[in-house]
């Protein structure tokens, strides 16, 4: 016996817009999907529930910003009305559906007329399981683990879809279970699943899409192909899935689903071993990638994927601190130029050039707006909503951030990097005890990283916890001898009073290697609570010498007694914080 069909949530319509509750979207003219942060689209909800009424400020306050709200709440409110209005196309002056009622509140003035749409069986949401690769050759795995990505992104660009994220379906590789069951751990309610086998210049995809909550197979397919039309294959197993699935596929979302490009054989295999690499997030990783990408740009300079793919590798070789800032962020901004010349749509590039430009550059004004156009051409492009959530929390904007930040996880929940990346910007925000939840929430997904470790010892240390946080630190210590981690646990030491301790951390992470501009922010971090004169003289050469991690002074809490120093605010201003809020 099948399962009951849905019972929609209103959609809520006013003049060309519409309201989707279920899928908490605005959609303009019936189609155009227009991306509002959490905020903005609460304002608009309670205010579409009761037209023509005054909605106090007050009482948005309590209904959306939490009691504890650590931003300034009318900022806050008067950013998203800001926000609401643009969407809108309305203004303030001559208001078309919200009116600002001064010191009272605002009202909608619209027509609004809800709608309940009848009941549904359709499929809205899949997980694509990863391909079994049938070519027994070990060394394929990543061509199978490929064509599983790219199906995914094809996928994710039919905005009526929920597609599970790579990180996420890719945690089911190798793992036999009910369908059923994976259905209902990944929250959806279809499943593709399938094999791939790789023969020379041969590939063949089978793939079946099945009804989760009935067991139905509803479609199967085999496609066999030349290597070289790889990318038309992805988008054609794309298109009949969304065809069988019966969701709207939008003009601009078929003409992103058809716009393919033959493609080398041997420059999509060093693409893919790229993309393996990028995705392990390892130095070694990154480097390896690096390689991988220059070789399929080698075969083929016109390969605008493989330029951003190089970007993205650069730059995190950059931020880790694997390469000097020169060596990986001035290569990664010209990769990421050079995809966009040959195609201006490539969200990758747009999310690579912004993040390049704010951690090297120092540029946080170009950098937000490659970010938010990374963000607008692909919403569902996990990568560009952390790193753009990154850059509003480093200008003080942590409402929006924090927001971009919880997209990021929504669209890829498993993700270790952004798991600890939210819990880092909670810390940054001041809000210890939320990041030392979110904290162990990545420490229990991902109990063999240090990530977890170390953001609990650094939050513990600044509450005044000082044994748990040296615990805490030594232990993510134990996990890689890596800047970061030696870094924290020395701040830990220089922060509960055990100077000599911190002094042989200091000591050690001086002569961790050759290359000193892989230490001097961690240092400086250290003897800013045992040395302002030498913390300084470890700021300034990290600023000379662009150290990534500087993008973040103007909030990282480690730093808060040298905040008041003349210095600390005129370091603040060279490097373009001007007009931004601190902590």
């Not at 929920?162 to 990944?186: D, F, N, Q, W």
């Not at 979302?253 to 390892?282: C, I």
Request: aromatic share 10%; charged share 25%.
């Amino acid at each position: 016996m099948g399962e009951k069909s849905r019972s929609p949530h209103p959609v809520v319509r006013f003049a060309c817009f519409e309201l989707d509750q279920e899928a908490g979207e605005l959609r303009k003219e019936g189609g155009k999907c227009i991306r509002l942060q959490d905020q903005p689209l609460q304002i608009l909800r309670i205010l579409l529930e009761r037209p023509g009424e005054i909605i106090t400020r007050d009482e948005l306050r309590h209904k959306i910003w939490p009691a504890d709200t650590f931003v300034d709440f009318d900022h806050g409110i008067n950013n998203a009305i800001k926000r609401l209005r643009e969407a809108l196309g309305d203004t303030a002056e001559t208001p078309r559906y919200i009116e600002t009622l001064p010191r009272r509140g605002y009202r909608f003035v619209g027509q609004p007329k809800v709608e309940i749409p009848a009941p549904t069986n359709r499929i809205q949401s899949l997980a694509v399981l990863p391909l079994e690769n049938l070519s027994r050759d070990p060394d394929q795995e990543f061509f199978a683990d490929g064509m599983t990505e790219a199906l995914i992104t094809n996928l994710a660009k039919i905005s009526a879809l929920h597609v599970v994220s790579r990180t996420s379906a890719m945690y089911y590789k190798g793992v036999h279970r009910p369908l059923r069951e994976i259905a209902r751990e990944l929250q959806v309610d279809g499943i593709v699943e399938g094999t791939v086998t790789r023969s020379g210049q041969r590939v063949r995809i089978s793939a079946q899409l099945i009804d989760a909550r009935t067991d139905a197979h509803l479609w199967a397919e085999i496609y066999d192909r030349d290597l070289r039309d790889v990318l038309e294959l992805q988008s054609e197993v794309a298109r009949t899935i969304a065809s069988e699935v019966q969701v709207k596929v939008s003009p601009l979302e078929q003409t992103q689903l058809t716009r393919t490009r033959s493609v080398d054989p041997e420059a999509y295999e060093a693409y893919l071993k790229g993309r393996h690499y990028w995705n392990m997030r390892t130095g070694e990783g990154m480097k390896q990638g690096l390689v991988c990408f220059q070789k399929a740009i080698e075969i083929d300079p016109t390969y605008a994927a493989a330029h951003a793919g190089l970007a993205d590798s650069a730059a995190v070789l950059g931020w880790w601190n694997f390469a000097t800032a020169e060596q990986s962020f001035v290569r990664a901004k010209e990769a990421a130029k050079r995809a966009l010349s040959i195609d201006p749509t490539l969200a990758e590039a747009h999310a690579s050039l912004g993040f390049s430009l704010m951690h090297y550059d120092f540029d946080f004004a170009g950098a937000e707006r490659s970010l938010r156009k990374a963000v607008e051409i692909d919403p569902r492009y996990a990568t560009a909503a952390q790193w753009c959530g990154i850059l509003l929390c480093c200008t003080g904007r942590y409402e929006e951030g924090l927001t971009e930040l919880r997209r990021a996880i929504r669209l890829d929940p498993l993700s270790l990097i952004f798991g600890w990346t939210y819990a880092h910007f909670l810390f940054f925000a001041g809000r210890y005890d939320d990041a030392i939840v979110e904290g162990r929430k990545v420490l229990a997904l991902h109990p063999n990283s240090g990530f977890g470790r170390q953001l609990l010892g650094i939050s513990w240390a600044v509450k005044g916890v000082h044994d748990q946080a040296i615990s805490e630190l030594i232990e993510a210590r134990r996990f890689g001898r890596i800047p970061n981690f030696l870094g924290s646990l020395g701040f830990g030491y220089a922060t509960v009073g055990k100077s000599k301790e911190a002094l042989a951390i200091a000591k050690e992470l001086h002569e961790f290697s050759d290359n000193p501009y892989q230490t001097a922010y961690w240092m400086a971090m250290i003897y800013a609570n045992l040395d302002s004169e030498e913390a300084f003289c470890w700021l300034e050469k990290a600023y000379l010498e662009r150290g990534a991690q500087m993008a973040y002074l103007n909030i990282d809490r480690r730093f808060d007694r040298l905040r008041p120093d003349p210095r600390f605010q005129d370091l603040l201003r060279r490097m373009n914080f001007n007009g931004f809020d601190a902590i």
